[in-house]
């Protein structure tokens, strides 16, 4: 049974940093790409970073790119997304997502190319 556990998340004024970190079981985790995902209220669920099983590729949604951070650590089967310069608009749920199958598809952006999901973790960004 495959678990992804967030955890990280809280308030941070604007301009402020976190580092979310994303504790995964029961899947093998040098084998399969992981990505984060956020949800702010009364909105879809977009895509903010993946990175490849063996954390030598990144990809980043362009409102991110620069701020945001993605890394894995295979040895302690853990995701991270550290988050600098955070602005209000970054307030969401913060997901982190597993793939099934080891590549990066060409439509990582897409919620429905990953097949696990953790519970999220909420950040909430002042003004």
């Known amino acids: 049974q495959v678990q992804l556990v967030e955890s990280g998340g809280g308030l941070v004024q604007a301009g402020g940093s976190l580092r979310l970190s994303c504790a995964a079981s029961?899947?093998?985790?040098?084998?399969?790409?992981m990505g984060w995902f956020r949800q702010a209220p009364g909105k879809e669920r977009e895509f903010v970073a993946v990175?490849?099983?063996?954390?030598?590729?990144?990809l980043y949604e362009d409102s991110v790119m620069g701020r945001f951070t993605i890394s894995k650590d295979n040895a302690k089967n853990t995701v991270y997304l550290q988050m600098s310069s955070l602005k209000p608009e970054d307030t969401a749920v913060y997901y982190c997502?597993?793939?099934?199958?080891?590549?990066?598809?060409?439509?990582?952006?897409?919620?429905?190319?990953?097949?696990?999901w953790g519970q999220g973790t909420q950040v909430t960004v002042s003004s």
């Open positions: 990175i490849s099983r063996g954390g030598d590729r990144t």
């Open positions: 029961g899947v093998i985790f040098h084998m399969v790409p």
């Open positions: 997502a597993c793939r099934s199958a080891p590549e990066v598809p060409p439509t990582f952006m897409h919620a429905s190319m990953y097949h696990y």
